[in-house]
């Protein structure tokens, strides 16, 4: 029986990789054994195990680089978990004993990935972003393989290191199976455009903010446009509010508000428009669809990651691309307006979107797999 061994968490940028790699494991072989390793209080507790697969804690957190009272107690606390991670690490890897050992990124994945090197059990890691983080940079020395999504990630890593571009594997059901049409059928709304927008689970301010004035000025002008918005954690207590003393109908039929958005792959298929942030999963999953989009980067993202993932797509002319920085909703309406107006202008941003997508991500993981653990299945 194959053992697999899985680590990354912190966001569900570094979970939905690892949990898409599993599913690609588990098609090819499907009494693979999985056991998943992640911090105790991260997103990874709850959506691991529901996912079917076996989680086992280790404490682990990145140091804080600006120094405030509080950040230097989080510091402590890091080097606390830190001094403790090795062995800890050790002790999950010699009771699973695992056949192969794969990192998706975050803090909780180095010291797994690190040991099991150490230990010569086959190792590789994904790096979902076009700028590399810190634990890629790290492990990419001492691991069988790195798997990209974009070949622009190697700009930022060593030119000797063993690489591969496979692209990001995606949640089931962003593939562009559903059409445009079936989806808009499911969610209840008519022919007009529909726009999704969303900032993640935990929510965007800057997103929100966005939303609620286009919300707004659609529902004022009565443009014939569907919304669909997930708020998240962030906007749990205003986001309604602010739209209610806007003089928004929340109760519209075109208007559909959730703090977080379950059937996104629905939503993405209905959507002609998406605005949003531009983490690795969100930028691939516009890819798979084949979807126009405004890309919103997060500013406060380690290296500025989300701009590079973004301009992927900007410089290829397969989405508008808005610095926080130089946000203007004004323009944004302006923008949506000429969308609405012109359905063609976004046909373009989607085909090139669509063009970028690696349609044979998961047959690629699994040939790394395979090469590294051919002699187990």
């Given at each position: ?11 569900a940028?570094h979970i ?14 499907p ?11 991260g ?6 195990p529901?996912?079917?697969i076996?989680?086992t ?7 804080q ?6 950040n ?23 009771d ?9 990124g ?13 230990m ?6 994904h ?5 590399p ?34 692209g ?7 593939t ?20 999704l927008s969303?900032g993640g689970?935990?929510?965007a ?5 966005t ?5 707004e000025y ?7 446009i569907?919304?669909?918005h997930s ?5 749990k ?15 519209n ?5 959730k703090?977080y958005?379950?059937?996104m ?9 998406i ?11 516009l890819e ?11 500013p406060?993202v ?8 973004a301009m ?9 691309v ?17 969308f609405?107006?012109d ?5 373009v941003?989607?085909?090139r979107?669509?063009?970028?997508y690696?349609k044979?991500?998961?047959?690629r ?7 590294l ?5």
């Amino acid at each position: 029986m194959l053992k697999v061994l899985l680590a990354g968490g912190g966001t569900a940028g570094h979970i939905n990789p690892a949990l898409a790699i599993a599913s690609i494991i588990k098609d090819h072989v499907p009494d693979a054994e999985f056991l998943y390793a992640g911090t105790p209080k991260g997103m990874e507790a709850n959506l691991v195990p529901d996912a079917g697969i076996s989680f086992t804690p280790i404490k682990v957190s990145g140091f804080q680089r600006k120094l405030t009272l509080k950040n230097i107690g989080r510091n402590i606390r890091a080097a606390a978990y830190l001094a403790s991670s090795g062995p800890r690490a050790k002790h999950i890897i010699n009771d699973f004993r695992p056949d192969i050992v794969i990192g998706t990124g975050g803090y909780v994945s180095g010291p797994i990935v690190f040991e099991a090197a150490r230990m010569k059990i086959p190792t590789l890691i994904h790096e979902q972003n076009a700028y590399p983080g810190v634990t890629t940079k790290i492990l990419s020395k001492k691991v069988d393989m790195v798997m990209l999504t974009v070949p622009e990630a190697m700009e930022y890593l060593d030119k000797d290191i063993p690489h591969t571009v496979t692209g990001l594997p995606v949640r089931k059901g962003f593939t562009g199976r559903m059409s445009r049409e079936a989806a808009r059928k499911e969610l209840g709304f008519d022919d007009g455009m529909v726009i999704l927008s969303y900032g993640g689970s935990l929510g965007a301010g800057a997103v929100n903010d966005t939303a609620e004035r286009l919300i707004e000025y659609e529902q004022k002008n009565g443009l014939k446009i569907n919304h669909i918005h997930s708020y998240g954690r962030m906007g749990k207590d205003t986001f309604i509010k602010n739209l209610e003393a806007r003089g928004v109908d929340i109760n519209n039929p075109r208007l559909m508000i959730k703090e977080y958005i379950r059937n996104m792959d629905v939503c993405m298929a209905a959507a002609d428009l998406i605005i949003c942030r531009s983490g690795a999963s969100a930028i691939t999953e516009l890819e798979a669809e084949g979807r126009a989009s405004i890309l919103i980067p997060s500013p406060v993202v380690a290296g500025n990651h989300q701009y590079h993932n973004a301009m992927v797509l900007g410089k290829a002319g397969a989405a508008i691309v808005i610095e926080q920085k130089d946000l203007d909703y004004d323009k944004i309406i302006e923008k949506v307006t000429e969308f609405c107006n012109d359905p063609a202008k976004t046909d373009v941003l989607a085909q090139r979107a669509a063009e970028l997508y690696i349609k044979d991500t998961p047959d690629r993981i699994w040939e790394q797999v395979e090469k590294l653990v051919g002699d187990k299945i």
